[in-house]
């Protein structure tokens, strides 16, 4: 499985923005799709994830204001963020679970999203 993330920039606060995860490969062995993040100095956390059911989940931090959605004719999970904060500012990956797996074992490449004040 591979995965490409694209969609990240620069937006002052109070803005949007919109993560892409385009899959290919085995897509048919994920049961679940996240966006990860990691700012400086910080842990990475898992922002948003929706499963092949279509159930999602957030982090409390991020509840209201981002929305993760799937496009499955096209493979690609979005991120769609609404009323950034500066302390979203952070490298955004998105990742894959396959069915067998508890971890996220397919990572894509990292998405940089800054948020100024």
């Known amino acids: 499985v591979q995965l490409q993330a694209f969609g990240g920039g620069l937006v002052q606060a109070g803005g949007s923005l919109r993560l892409s995860c385009a899959a290919s490969g085995s897509t048919f062995s994920i049961n679940a799709i996240g966006w990860y993040r990691q700012a400086p100095g910080k842990q990475r956390e898992l922002v948003a994830a929706?499963?092949?059911?279509?159930?999602?989940n957030y982090v409390d931090s991020v509840k209201g204001r981002f929305t993760i959605s799937r496009d499955s004719a096209k493979n690609t999970v979005y991120l769609h963020m609404n009323s950034l904060k500066p302390e979203d500012t952070a490298v955004y990956y998105c990742?894959?679970?396959?069915?067998?797996?508890?971890?996220?074992?397919?990572w894509g490449q990292g998405t940089q999203v800054t948020v100024s004040s």
């Open positions: 929706i499963s092949s059911g279509g159930s999602t």
């Open positions: 990742a894959a679970r396959s069915t067998w797996k508890v971890e996220y074992n397919y």
